[in-house]
């Protein structure tokens, strides 16, 4: 299908482009001039964005299906706007081999909402002792090297991990949790885990492990991405570590820009996750860290769990957030509207910036072309957020209830309409 997309705003980060145009769309490429035998989509008072690219979430295929597979895993990420995902390796089996790998991209070509990119552990059924195959997982198409849900703790063998990560020049996304720090945490350590009679969790659980990952980065030459930054000290280390010239980003989730642990005012355990909620000290520092681009990235750790598993107590519950439906609405409502962040840093952030840290070139990107993954986005248009209509399986958001602006009208992939066709027909 050949597309004319007209009158809206065309927010483009890879050249600066902030301005009211056409963009014109033939086969699955952005093309400069204007195709034959087009579909017209008007996009007057709409933001035309590149797809957005999220580096962080968790799909549960294979082995946890129940939670979330791949085809609504895909569903949920095309009605939040995401056209490329990596997914996460803490399936059962865990993605230490290249028969899991192999079987995993098999089922993303068959669901086709969306560019599923999966990563591969770094230690076999990640328990941390013996290094998976990197260069086979490398060879077979892996997009990157993650224990995703702990921290490798042998340093020497995390270290060797990172030394063959560089020569391969692939990247290594951190989950930085001191595993024997954190013990049996819970919520953030604070007044909130204490009136709930729970363990907390320190900052030092996440800075410890960040600082050291980050020396271990500069020291084997190591690319390293962190993910789900949570504290003020994080910002300060990755500050510190582009200081160093350490080829080092970091993300951070929308629930960590925002909500705190004072949010939790009853016992609901969608507001559980790792790393917990923080002080709004540490909200604030991430919130600056977004808009002075030491932070480059916003991910949303989308975790899927069944309903009666997130109803459980805090102590018993399972960690995790879904976000790929609430992610840009959410980063519209906190940061661009608010003026924390401009449209174009948004568009850096979500889509630009992840696409150029994992080698996809031909996305994130309105030049003609390039591939024609598109999100239009009204930032006009206000909502209440109701799981119920989520593609995604999981329900399990404390967003419930509550009215965001700015919405995803229209994701297209690689030239094919994957969400809001309803809404050209309107």
């Known amino acids: 299908m050949n597309l004319i997309i007209k009158n809206g705003r065309v927010i483009n980060p890879a050249t600066e482009t902030d301005t009211v145009r056409d963009v014109y769309v033939a086969g699955n490429r952005i093309v400069k001039d204007m ?89 076999m059924d990640m ?36 030394k063959t990560a560089a020569q391969l020049d692939a990247l290594v996304m951190a989950h930085c949790e001191d595993k024997n720090l954190v013990g049996n945490g819970v919520l953030n350590a604070g007044r909130i885990a204490e009136k709930y009679g729970v363990p907390g969790i320190y900052n030092a659980v996440e800075d410890i492990i960040t ?39 970091a993300e951070v989730c929308p629930h960590h820009f925002t909500l705190t642990d ?71 409502t906190a940061l661009v509207k608010p003026g924390h962040l401009t449209p174009m840093q948004m568009a850096e952030k979500m889509s630009y910036n992840p696409a150029r840290r994992i080698g996809e070139t031909a996305r994130g990107d309105l030049s003609a072309g390039k591939l024609a993954d598109i999100v239009i986005f009204d930032p006009q248009a206000q909502y209440v957020v109701n799981p119920e209509l989520f593609a995604s399986k999981g329900k399990n958001t404390p967003y419930k209830g509550r009215t965001l602006q700015g919405q995803v009208k229209l994701t297209i992939l690689e030239g094919r309409v994957v969400y809001g066709a309803d809404w050209i027909e309107k």
């Not at 579909?39 to 946890?64: C, N, Q, T, Y």
């Not at 290094?131 to 340093?155: T, Y």
């Open 35 to 123: 195709p034959a035998d087009a579909l017209e989509i008007d996009a007057s008072g709409k933001w035309v964005m590149p797809g957005f690219v999220d580096l962080h979430v968790h799909f549960r295929d294979p082995g946890l299906t129940y939670k979330e597979d791949i085809s609504t895993g895909s569903a949920a990420a095309a009605r939040g706007g995401v056209t490329t995902v990596c997914a996460m390796p803490n399936t059962k089996p865990v993605v230490d081999s290249v028969e899991t790998l192999a079987y995993i991209q098999g089922k993303v070509q068959e669901a086709g909402l969306c560019n599923v990119r999966q990563l591969s552990a770094i230690t």
């Open 127 to 162: 328990e941390g002792n013996v290094l998976v195959p990197m260069r086979e997982m490398w060879g077979q198409g892996a997009v990157a090297f993650s224990e995703d849900g702990k921290s490798v703790m042998d340093v020497r063998l995390y270290m060797e991990a990172m």
């Open 211 to 249: 600082a050291r990952d980050i020396f271990l980065a500069g020291e084997t030459g190591c690319r390293l991405h962190l993910c789900h930054c949570s504290t003020k000290g994080s910002v300060e280390l990755v500050r510190m570590a582009k200081r160093m010239g350490i080829d080092v980003t």
């Open 262 to 332: 004072e949010d939790i005012t009853e016992a609901d355990s969608n507001y559980k996750m790792n790393p917990p909620l923080r002080s709004r000290e540490d909200v604030n520092a991430l919130i600056e860290g977004l808009a002075d681009d030491t932070m480059e990235m916003i991910s949303t750790d989308h975790a899927p769990h069944g309903t009666e598993e997130k109803a459980q107590f805090f102590d018993k519950a399972p960690f995790g957030i879904i976000g790929l439906e609430t992610s840009a609405s959410l980063t519209y």
